[in-house]
């Protein structure tokens, strides 16, 4: 810009940038390895689910035992993916607590 009232130009500084964080490798390596171990809990669940359906047709009745650790896993299942979606910034089980049990 110019100052029309001694003729000399001014120069207008660029517009700062606005600091863009670090590329977060520890939660990726977290991800990583926490998505690795929701498949394997995904397949335990369904076994889980086999071996539920295989009480059920031999004794009529549900396993009430087996329902509460399914629940807990299920629970567990959706706390790794919450993670890795980042829906959630606490870390799952073996790092944070595992569903089901009370709060040390």
Known sequence: MSDPANGTAQAVPPPA????PPFPFVRLIY?????????FVLM???????IQFIVLA???RLNDELRHFCANLMQYLFELLAYITFVRDEQPFPI????GNPAA
């Open 17 to 20: 940038q606005a600091a863009h």
């Open 31 to 39: 991800a990583f390895g926490f998505g690795i171990l929701a498949y």
């Open 44 to 50: 335990v669940l369904f076994v889980m689910a086999v």
């Open 58 to 60: 031999a004794n009529g």
């Open 96 to 99: 944070g607590r595992f569903p």
